[in-house]
C-alpha cells in the first residue's frame, strides 16, 4: 500500500527586507510515496496486541450450586472475596467469606504478604490459590477477576449471582448468613 504525504515548502528570505515580499510569494507542494505496507502491518499487530491486553478478561463463572459446597467446608487452598465496601458488607455476607474491597484491590495485589495480612486481616491468596469473587449483583466481581488475571493470578471465578442470589436462594435472612 502506498501511501502520500503532503510537504508544503516556502523559501525563506535571507535579508529582512524581503519578508514583506515573500509574504505574498506562492507555497509549492511538493508530493512524496513512501512504501507504508510493512511498517502498516506491523502496526496493525501491535495495536492488536494492545487491544488484547486491554480487553476485559472473562473469567469462568460459578453457580450457587457451585459455591454453596465451597462455604460448607472452607479450604485454607481457596478464598471466597467480596469485593463489596464495608457498609454494604454489614448487611451480611456469604459464610467463609473475606472481605477485600474492589476499589483497594489492585494497590492490595502489590503489597508483600506481611503487609496483605496487616492491613486486610487475612492471608494474601498465592497466584495459583482458587479465587472466588463475589459482589452485590455480579459486576464488580468480574471487575475483580480482571483486575487478578492482569496480576497473575490464574485460578479465578466470578459467582456471577453473587449477594442478591445468595440472599434470594438462603431465604433472605440477613442475620443467619452474616459471617466476618
Known sequence: MLRTA????????????LLARQAARP????????ESSKANDALKAARKAKDKLQKDWQGPVLTYEQVKPRTLSPSADAYLIDVREPDEVMQGSIPSSVNLPLS????????????????????????????VFYCRSGMRSASACDIAKRNGYENIFNYEGSWLDWTSREGGGKGSTTSS
Not at 6 to 16: D, E, K, M
Request: proline share 8%; hydrophobic share 35%.
Open 27 to 34: 507555497t509549492y507542494q511538493i508530493f512524496a510515496r513512501y
Open 6 to 17: 503532503l510537504f508544503n515548502t516556502t523559501r525563506r528570505a535571507a535579508r529582512p527586507t
Open 104 to 131: 483497594v484491590l489492585a494497590n492490595s495485589f502489590h503489597l508483600s504478604p506481611p503487609a496483605f495480612k496487616a492491613q486486610h486481616g487475612f492471608e494474601k491468596p498465592g497466584k495459583q490459590q482458587e479465587v
